[in-house]
């Protein structure tokens, strides 16, 4: 019984996924991005209840800092490159996974992922596990505006996989990670063997 309702709950997800709640033959661009926007309405409500800030002042383009008030504050910084390399494994994966669903549905899933991880990371527990681990700096949680920008960076990585495909995609976040280890001491390999007490 717990197999047949599993069964019919993919199927009623893919179906979806495909057509949208209309039947049509992809689902609507509009119900796609009334859906991003609505789960990143859900992070921005989660990061308020969580005591973030909307936006430091005052609001950079970019910034390097790594003291709490710049480090995951302002619009873009080193850790943007990660998120975008996030995206950009998110579409591969789920080219692999789902590819009769269209690039649409995908994004969505891809967004709900990111809004997903900005939530978790905003949490009293893994912002002092980030803290508690040698990253580098000091880490208090994102303003509300850098999560909505990480999520950005999301979707432009998304973008970028697909008009590389997977084996160019696979050259730049690794060139990417060795990046950002050798000019912040982090990235996806670093950060991950540091909070494992690897390093």
């Not at 039947?23 to 859900?42: E, H, I």
């Not at 669903?101 to 991880?117: D, E, H, N, Q, Y």
Request: hydrophobic share 55%; with cysteine.
């Amino acid at each position: 019984m717990t197999q047949i309702s599993h069964d019919i709950g993919d199927d009623t997800l893919d179906t979806l996924a495909k057509t949208g709640p209309a039947g049509a033959r992809k689902p609507s661009m509009a119900v796609c991005v009334l859906l991003c926007l609505a789960v990143n309405v859900v992070a921005a409500g989660s990061l308020w209840l969580f005591g973030r800030s909307l936006a430091p002042e005052p609001l950079l383009l970019w910034s390097a800092g790594f003291e709490a008030s710049a480090n995951s504050q302002h619009l873009s910084d080193p850790y943007s490159f990660m998120h975008a390399v996030f995206g950009a494994a998110l579409y591969v994966f789920l080219e692999a996974l789902k590819p009769g669903w269209p690039v649409r549905s995908r994004l969505v899933v891809a967004v709900v992922g990111s809004v997903i991880w900005e939530i978790v990371e905003n949490t009293p527990p893994v912002i002092r596990l980030f803290n508690e681990s040698g990253q580098p700096g000091a880490y208090a949680g994102d303003t509300i505006v850098n999560a909505l920008s990480d999520t950005g960076f999301v979707m432009l990585g998304f973008f970028v996989a697909r008009a590389l495909g997977w084996r160019a995609t696979l050259v730049l976040a690794v060139l990417i990670d060795v990046a950002l280890a050798a000019s912040i001491g982090d990235g996806f390999l670093l950060g991950t063997l540091k909070v494992l007490g690897l390093l």
